[in-house]
């Protein structure tokens, strides 16, 4: 199969000029406001290689917890180590107890891992907020202002910038964005990103960018970040024209398809070019996406074991039979997957709007797992401190 990095570059409604200025975070210059939001399993650095080869940004690794980070989980260890040329290095923090969180962050700092540090408090998967963390942190509020000042004291004397991501909190009832976007503010964070949907929303529904207007009306003197349903370049140019934000956070929307970060560089630089791939790009895309899988992996069946879950997303909208997907679905070495890719249509054109859209499944609202009597109070009792101190023990992740 012929490899083809040099896509179909088609012309779309004309962009306004300069439509965002750079990103300043801290040290770093970001020249265009694009982050890839840390996806478990997906934005490990072959995939975050593959996005910033397309545009520039800010790519970050997949979220690691600091309890394994200060317990030197060989695979945490792993989830901090970075593709050769990413500047700057960046990782994702998620932890629920504040000293555990500076000396995560600490080590980060001190061993040379990273050049940005992300705090995640916008995670709504149950393993994760039943331990009261990700977006049912904020809700405790003394509890969310330490570890945000331990993690911003722990990485200051190694002038490495912290920032915020969450949620607009766990449902409804209990919104916690705004305040804890101005208490992150004034903390000594360099910048706050919002998923603009709750822990209860999911994925599901559609994101509430109104809620990302409110958040940068309210925290005024560091960048604001917003996230949610940007399945193309146009709909990172209308959440901007309507929410006011610094820059934009993709994630489901660059699953199989890693060249939305040209898009997403040429329309905030005002060019209306767009990539529009035919099957035959996508496919040399897939196979050098597995190499590169292997080279991380160092195994070449765990590397194609992973490869699996981005197929779909690769070929959503081109014809591809039913046998063809599931036999790509099982695929388990180069040489298989090579053979099976050139028995494709490598002549499809891009197919249009049946390739955009969303990625993967939205879900449906969920009803939040949560510590027992978690949303009794905003302050934290010492038994739920002690509740904290042992889920930090489990280093699973989430």
Known sequence: MR?????????????????LPPLQLGRWRIDTPVVLAPMAGVTNPPFRTLCREHGAGLYVAEMV?????????????RIVT??????????????????????????ICAEDRADHIDLNFGCPVPKVTRK??????????????????????????????VTVKMRMGIDDEHLTYLEAGLVAQDAGVAMVALHARTAADYYSGEARWEAIARLKETVTDIPVLGNGDIWSAEDALRMVEQTGCDGVVVG??????????????AAFSGSGARIRPGLREVAATIARHARLMVDYFGEEDRALR???????????????????????????????????????????????????????????????????????????????RATLREAELDTSGG
């Open 82 to 107: 970075h593709d050769e040329g990413a500047t700057p290095r960046s990782v994702q923090v998620y932890g629920v107890e504040p000293g555990t969180v500076a000396e995560a962050v600490r080590i």
């Open 252 to 265: 489901r929307g660059c699953q199989g398809r890693p060249w939305l970060f040209a898009d997403l560089a």
């Open 65 to 77: 917890t600091s309890r394994a980070l200060v317990e030197r989980n060989p695979e945490a260890l």
């Open 306 to 384: 992973e490869m699996r879950k981005h197929m779909a997303w690769y070929l959503k909208g081109y014809a591809v039979g039913g046998e063809l997907r599931r036999a790509l679905g099982l695929v388990s070495t180069l040489t298989e997957l090579d053979e099976l890719l050139a028995t494709l249509d490598l002549d499809q054109p891009y197919p249009g709007e049946p390739a955009e859209g969303p990625r993967g499944r939205a879900g449906s609202p969920k009803q939040p797992h949560l510590p027992y009597g978690w949303l009794d109070s905003r302050e934290l009792d010492e038994d739920f």
């Open 132 to 161: 009261g963390g990700g977006a049912a942190l904020p809700w405790k509020r003394e509890l969310f202002e330490r570890i945000v000042r331990g993690a911003v004291a722990a990485a200051a004397p190694y002038d490495v910038p």
């Open 3 to 19: 490899e083809n990095d040099l896509m179909t570059i088609a012309p779309t409604t004309r962009a306004p000029a300069a439509v």
